[in-house]
């Protein structure tokens, strides 16, 4: 919320096959160039993180700062 410049953020939890979680706040969003280079935010360590437990995560600018996360169910009971 602090860097958005935001007062309002929301999380939304979905699950069937695959746990999604999707976290937008209504801020300033991120500029476009660092957006797409994957600087700034931890966006490069997110999605390696990510991709080393087999999920997918997205950043988007979508009236402010959209993150996707979305993984596998089955993956996520093979680790444990």
């Known amino acids: 919320m602090k860097h958005a410049f935001t007062k309002k953020v929301e999380i939304t939890i979905y699950t069937n096959?695959?746990?999604?979680?999707?976290?937008?706040?209504?801020?300033?969003?991120?500029?476009?160039?660092?957006?797409?280079?994957?600087?700034?935010?931890?966006?490069?360590?997110?999605?390696?993180?990510?991709?080393?437990?087999?999920?997918?995560?997205q950043f988007k600018n979508e009236k402010g700062y959209t993150i996707y996360f979305s993984i596998p169910l089955n993956n996520m009971m093979m680790e444990s």
């Open 17 to 57: 096959s695959k746990l999604e979680i999707i976290i937008s706040d209504y801020g300033v969003g991120v500029h476009n160039d660092d957006l797409e280079n994957g600087r700034g935010m931890g966006q490069s360590n997110l999605t390696k993180r990510s991709s080393e437990i087999g999920a997918t995560i």
